[in-house]
């Protein structure tokens, strides 16, 4: 049975097997800076969620996803078409998928958050079997042009892995905001945003 949610204009659906929306994927599609008719790459898509965030924000992207797990694939095709959208879900590995190197305005990505062997899962689609934290920052690093950004959601306690990380593949952070769920409490999302070869310089939000 399908699991429907509307994101403003557009309804995104998923079945069982298919990474659920959340709450990380909701801030981050708000978050991230966007304009009208830039070409825009989703590492690790899903349902393509966070296509339909992006679009509803900005008109005229040229939307780009990929995504390893082929159900999940076919369900971000499905939702992009069902939604009236044009674009192209690529099925395989982020770390090799032939895309053009700097052919991206905006790169973004909400990855698995827990290192192999860390003892933490959150299921497989959050934990980094399939790709590491340096892994993902270098294909996002190929993928965005100079100037372009690269936005992703984690978690606070891996921040200083995910600042050097970025850093290492010439994605200088720029943009920083924590989320908590509650005045009261601490933070349980970073969202960042980097641009490719920016000059240092990290706003806080």
């Known amino acids: ?8 204009p557009y309804t995104l659906s998923w079945e069982k097997g298919v990474f659920p929306l959340g709450g990380d994927a909701l801030a981050l599609g708000e978050f991230a800076s966007v304009k009208p008719g830039w070409r825009v790459c989703d590492l690790g898509t899903g349902s393509g969620a966070l296509l339909l965030l992006l679009a509803r924000r900005a008109e005229g992207l040229a939307l780009t ?28 590995d982020l ?29 497989p689609a959050r934990s980094e079997e399939f790709c590491s934290l340096a892994e993902l920052c270098a294909a996002a690093g190929q993928l965005v042009k100079n100037g372009g950004r690269f936005a992703l ?18 994605l200088e952070p720029k943009r920083l905001k924590l989320v908590s769920h509650s005045p009261d409490r601490p933070p349980a999302l970073a969202l960042v945003e980097a641009v490719r070869q920016g000059r240092p ?5």
């Open 1 to 8: 049975m399908k699991k429907t949610e509307q994101l403003g």
């Open 65 to 92: 996803g990929v995504e390893l797990d082929p159900l999940s694939a076919r369900t971000a095709r499905e939702n992009l078409a069902a939604n009236g959208l044009t674009g192209k879900i690529v099925t395989g």
């Open 95 to 123: 770390r090799t998928v032939p895309l053009p190197a700097g052919g991206f305005d905006l790169v973004i990505s909400n990855p698995p958050y827990f290192p192999v062997g860390s003892g933490k899962s959150g299921g």
């Open 153 to 170: 959601c984690h978690r606070p306690e891996r921040l200083v892995d995910v600042l050097c990380a970025l850093r290492s593949r010439g």
């Open 201 to 205: 310089g990290l706003t806080i939000l």
